[in-house]
């Protein structure tokens, strides 16, 4: 089982990054996906989620109306688009999979991966 987050870099304040968080070893299709982020010292935080056929999805405060989750079954392959990036998304980002309801809690997933570092400067 394999869940490989990318697309993160480091970037300025006000600009866009999509990550991508590539599946294997396991139906894509059957699981609902989720974002975390986590800073050091910080507990890892739920980003956004989305059902497992894409026609539902959920967000954190902090993320709404900026960050756009959204799912490619045909290519087992979830995205993030991130835009208007702040200095306060500067984390580890990890995506995970969940056979269940939805959950912002990280330790009810059943997978997931390495994440990808996003870096904004101010």
């Known amino acids: 089982v394999q869940l490989q987050a990318s697309g993160g870099g480091l970037v300025q304040a006000g600009d866009s990054l999509r990550l991508s968080c590539a599946a294997s070893?396991?139906?894509?299709?059957?699981?609902?996906m989720g974002w975390f982020r986590q800073t050091p010292g910080k507990e890892r935080e739920f980003v956004a989620d989305?059902?497992?056929?894409?026609?539902?999805?959920g967000y954190a405060d902090s993320v709404k109306g900026r960050f756009t989750i959204s799912r490619d079954n045909a290519k087992n392959t979830a995205y993030l688009q991130m835009n208007n990036l702040q200095p306060g998304d500067t984390a580890v980002y990890s995506c995970?999979?969940?056979?269940?309801?939805?959950?912002?809690?990280?330790?009810?997933?059943?997978?997931w991966g390495q994440g990808t570092q996003v870096t904004v400067s101010s």
């Open positions: 989305i059902d497992r056929n894409g026609g539902s999805t």
């Open positions: 995970a999979a969940r056979n269940g309801p939805r959950s912002i809690y990280f330790s009810t997933y059943t997978k």
């Open positions: 070893g396991f139906r894509f299709r059957d699981y609902r």
